[in-house]
Every structure is written in C-alpha cells, then in structure tokens.
C-alpha cells in the first residue's frame, strides 16, 4: 500500500503515489456531456500536481482550445446525433438515423426528428464548453495553491493476523448430545461478541455444528475413536 498521497495534475483528485516511482497511480475518469467519455486519465503514472506543473499547463491549453471549438460550433458542425440502441448511445448522421427509424415502423418523420435532436446536441456542445473553460481555470487557480507543497502522508494499517483455532464439545450417546450442543451454541454466540475473533471464520457444518464421530470415519482427536465419543466441533480465527 502506497504511503503517500497527491493531487492528480489533469482531474485535480487525490491518488496514491508510487512509493518507488513516486508518480501517480493509474486511474480513470469519466466526463458526462457531448458523447460521454470514459478512460484513463492524462495525468496518470504523472508526476503528482505537488511536484510538478507540466502536465497541468497542456491540459488548460488544451481544454481552452477545445471549448472554443464547441462554443463557436454552428448548426452545420452538428452532422451526428446520439442515440439510444440497445441500451447503447451510438452516433448517427441523417442517412443513419432516418434508416433507424424506418427499422422502428415510423416514416416522415426522421428530418423533423434529427434537426431536434441536432439542436438539443449543439446546446449541449456549448455547455461542455463552457464547463471546459470553468474546469481550465480551476486547474490554474489549483496549481497555484498546490505546486510546491509537501505530499500527503498515509497511516498505513497493520494487517492483523489470525491463528485457526478449534474447540470440540464431546458426547456420548443421545442423553448428552443437547446438552453438548445446546454448549457449542452458547460458545459460538460468546465468540460473535468477541473482539478478537474473525466472527465470518466460524465455521459449522451445514450452518450449524460439525460433528465428529463415526458418521465421517475420522478417528475423534489424536486417538482412534473408542465407538463411543462424539463430539461437535467448532472452528474460528482468532487474533494471535
């Protein structure tokens, strides 16, 4: 586990840092607007926004020349539309989108349909722009707090370890197998309260008590088993 943290320079989110690189981690990001995106992010196995300011300059440069790009769009720049198939978004031309409708059984009305559809894509073309232009501008406000400052320590946590532990409850004959059992119960319910016990590593057969005895042909303990001792068997993970 990585034992420090930094601002990632594209999406300006905490990650973990390679102790031994001392870049980022992988991870992704995902935009919602025009066509919605998905991937990994530029800023990636980067250097972290604390050390360095690289990466971070390329992506307001860029995010500012591609906001531009979307706010000055014409109603000409919008020759796809994205539509639903399948639970799927696909984009679609004219040609495309008038061919799907007729698939659908519904004629005449595809031009009327897509020139909406196109309206509605380049309002959205210009809000991602400007969400662009607002994100560039973080990026630069953010740079100028974060650059230079020192890492962000993590606690790491001790992994606590486990040792198997077994606890049988003999018995012999059926005049004291409730009360062997009724025991093992009561045993398994103290260790559920028990701070030091994996309570998801109490293991019982069938969901309740494993017996053993003749029924598997396993001898009872380390002795061979005298035809007469049972025993229900209770097995958990406790804290060393």
Known sequence: MSKQKGHCQACLRVQAVNDKTGRMSLHGYKVAGFGYFSGICNGAVELPLEKDTAILDQEVVKLREEAKKLMNATPAAVYQVPVTVNRKTVLMNREDYARHHEERGIYGEADEAFDFMAKKTLKAMKAEGEYMLKFATN??????????????????????????????????????????????????????????????????????????GPAKFVPYGTDEWDGKTYSYKVTYQKLK
């Open 139 to 212: 990026l630069v406000e953010n740079r100028d707090k974060i650059h230079g400052r020192d890492l962000i320590d993590v606690e790491v946590a001790v992994k606590p370890e486990y040792e198997t532990k077994v606890k049988r409850f003999t018995f012999q004959g059926d005049a004291e197998r409730k009360q062997a059992y009724s025991t093992a119960k009561e045993f398994i319910r103290d260790l559920y309260s028990n701070e030091t016990v994996k309570t998801k590593g109490v293991r019982r057969d069938s969901g309740y008590l494993q017996v053993k």
